[in-house]
């Protein structure tokens, strides 16, 4: 029985591969998928399955943020059996590299949820990395919903936005935070680009994301000198709180959890009943900010990346 990868057909989207006698996880990986194609995130020609004895046995998709031309990373990867998951990353690499892209990345929940359901995590770890992929984050997600209580307002800090602002002091402020950061992909960016450069590589890739100028802020303390750095937004299936940082100088005083509340009082006045958030499984100091702020972590998260 001979295995094809394919583009899918316009009648295989947006469901791709299903499983029997599992409508959550049909149900769910589907309606994530039309969401993706609606906002922009993938496109149907971006969209590849296995086929074997004319059944679809896999699929993945390539992932972007709307507007870019080059695909990012894998979504929705579906592998089947090893041959089956090995030829998917090898066409996605292909196809990623026509595009124009130079790196990819896929991230992988545990445990096993809503919309991608990454059941197995371990044979899907073993075969990312006999694809070239590596670790670039081992991290944690926290979640607050709209029945959890809202964060208290720090009355220490008053804001000013990128409105007001311009990008400058964001830079500046964003490249001082830099200087001794705990996250693993900032301390990528940096070794690549210098502190200022991934100041504002960070600061642009933010501004891509679904968000208001006015979320973007700037903490100051009763001196007015920055403290922190607040990038609320919005991704294609959940408002997140995108970006924290604290000034070293300022660093213990509760300013991380101040920004998580801020940025969560503003996405609930958009209309968020659900908010995200990310940081390094290391990095204890905003582990508890998230949780001061009464978020919970629901998962764990690895984010992995192959050059191409």
Not at 37 to 47: D, I
Request: hydrophobic share 40%.
């Amino acid at each position: 029985m001979k295995l094809t990868v394919r583009i899918a057909h316009r009648d295989e989207l947006p469901a791709l591969t299903t499983f029997p006698n599992d409508d959550e996880r049909n149900g769910a990986t589907a309606a994530y998928l039309a969401g993706l194609l609606e906002s922009g995130c993938t496109r149907p020609e971006w969209c590849v399955v296995a086929e074997r004895d004319g059944r679809l046995t896999g699929n993945v998709v390539l992932w972007t943020i709307p507007g870019r031309t080059a695909p990012m990373d894998l979504v929705l990867l579906e592998p089947g059996d090893p041959d089956t998951g090995e030829a998917l990353l090898a066409h996605a690499a292909d196809l990623a590299r026509s595009l124009g892209a130079q790196s990819q990345g896929h991230v992988l929940d545990s445990p096993a949820q809503a919309p991608q359901f990454q059941r197995d995590p371990e044979s899907r770890e073993k075969l990312l990395a006999a694809a070239g992929f590596t670790i670039s984050r081992d991290g944690c997600r926290f979640l607050w919903t709209a029945n959890d209580p809202m964060p208290n307002q720090d009355e220490r800090l008053h804001w000013r936005s990128l409105t007001d602002l311009g990008e400058e002091p964001f830079v500046d402020l964003l490249a001082d935070t830099f200087t001794d950061t705990k996250d693993s992909i900032f301390q990528a960016e940096i070794a690549e680009h210098g502190l200022r450069g991934a100041a504002e590589r960070n600061l642009a890739e933010m501004q891509e994301m679904d968000h208001e100028p006015a979320w973007f802020e700037i903490g100051y303390d009763e001196r007015d000198q920055p403290v922190a750095i607040s990038l609320p937004a919005r991704t294609s299936n959940s408002a997140v709180i995108g970006l924290v940082a604290v000034a070293p100088a300022s660093r213990g005083q509760g300013y991380a959890t101040s920004v998580v509340a801020r940025g969560t009082q503003l996405l609930v006045e958009a209309g968020a009943d659900e908010i995200r958030g990310d940081c390094d499984a290391g990095n204890i100091g905003m582990f508890k900010a998230f949780q001061r702020a009464g978020y919970h972590n629901f998962a764990n998260r690895k984010m992995f990346s192959r050059p191409l």
